[in-house]
């Protein structure tokens, strides 16, 4: 919850400022750049470490980047400083983030094999991601009604208690065995994880295909110029269509907790994908709320298939004491790929114009399952 509501105050706030979707798109190249360049180090590290122990100290260093971001909406500093100071200010307080991230993100999901048994994991890979998108949907909606009621002040409060529920989520773990031990130069580990993806063919192009499908459909990160210039339908509507890919992949994730996918997974992602950039196109010429809103919800179960199809390969074909190096990697592809998708975005939409760039994306989605396709046989007929 704390990370949707920083990502969707944050967002409006710098539009806000600048009225410039490319000030947007930097947002992600702040946090891109960090997540991206630390994550081969941060699976070794993952590995070599009691993963309760990493997420404790990298959520307490996330609760004192909140603590930056209150500092930037307290009433004496928005005196002193002038907007621009506040819109790098903020970029430099995302950069931080994109740093605990990348030691973060792969943590959380490397930490889910030593908490259930193994022949459980493809059913707790669905019960986390469809926990972490009622948690999204709940942080985009709660950061739209409080944008439109109150303050940032108080928006970055409610964030900064969310962090510490998590943080007493995380001591209330047992501690965890550490996985890799003995003395490995860190290169020859990173390299390790590496060969292990590249030859791996179903993990690599899950991976892949999510990339490109993120970093092209990321039509998300320019809702706040649909919702501001184009919708006109204020905060809370932002804070709905900011939800409406959560609430969609809520919805087909529980489908799946109740019926599993048992045969035919490898296509069936790569219908997902098509369908997702289908609803991109429609969601970037629609000038509807309802419509757009519809779109981004049936984008986003299309999403939620595509989430487990891709956890579960990760999961299920990755050994136990590499599971922080493929997370590592995992987060490069997928993560990153958000952040790095915020930024291209931005800046297609400086070159092409909003509207002409999010239907490019979605065009350039469809693309990529094209590609891959006829180009990766062993996902398309991959079945777990």
């Not at 539009?15 to 699976?43: C, D, K, Q, R, V």
Request: proline residues 3%.
């Amino acid at each position: 919850m704390a990370l949707r509501m920083v990502t969707t105050t944050i967002g409006w706030r710098i539009y806000e400022i600048t009225h410039n979707p490319f000030a947007i798109g930097l947002i992600g190249l702040s946090e891109f750049l960090p997540a991206f360049g630390l994550a081969l180090y941060a699976g070794h590290v993952i590995d070599k470490s009691d993963k309760r122990l990493l997420l404790l100290r990298t959520t307490f260093f996330y609760l004192l980047c909140v603590g930056g971001l209150l500092a930037l909406s307290f009433g004496p500093f928005l005196k002193l400083l002038a907007n621009h100071w506040i819109q790098w200010l903020t970029y430099l307080v995302i950069f931080c983030t994109g740093v605990i991230r990348a030691f973060a993100g792969p943590a959380l999901s490397a930490i889910i094999a030593q908490i259930v048994p193994k022949e459980k994991l493809p059913a707790a890979v669905t019960l986390n991601t469809s926990a972490f998108l009622f948690a999204s949907v709940i942080g985009h909606a709660t950061a739209g009604f409080l944008i439109a009621n109150t303050t940032y002040l108080v928006s970055f409060s409610v964030v900064g208690a969310y962090v510490i529920i998590a943080w007493c989520c995380f001591f209330s773990l047992s501690p965890k065995q550490i996985m890799v031990t003995g003395e490995k130069k860190t290169w020859e580990s990173i390299k390790e994880g590496l060969r292990f993806v590249l030859r791996t063919k179903e993990v690599l192009g899950a991976l892949a295909l999510d990339l490109f499908a993120v970093l092209f459909g990321g039509a998300v990160a320019l809702i706040p110029v649909y919702a501001r210039d184009i919708l006109r339908v204020g905060p809370i509507g932002f804070g709905w269509l900011n939800a409406a890919e959560d609430i969609g992949s809520i919805a087909v994730i529980l489908t799946l907790t109740l019926r599993p996918l048992h045969r035919r997974q490898g296509k069936t992602l790569l219908y997902a994908v098509t369908g997702f950039g289908a609803c991109i196109i429609v969601f970037g010429l629609s000038k509807l709320f309802l419509l757009s809103f519809i779109a981004l919800m049936v984008s986003g179960m299309m999403d939620g298939i595509s989430v487990v199809i891709r956890g579960t390969i990760v999961q299920v074909k990755t050994p136990d004491a590499m599971r922080g190096r493929v997370s590592a990697v995992n987060s490069m592809f997928i993560n990153s790929s958000n952040e790095l998708g915020q930024f291209e975005s931005g800046v297609m939409a400086k070159l092409l114009g909003v509207i002409p760039s999010v239907v490019f994306g979605g065009c350039m989605t469809i693309a990529t399952v094209v590609t891959t396709w006829f180009k990766a046989p062993a996902l398309r007929n991959m079945e777990y």
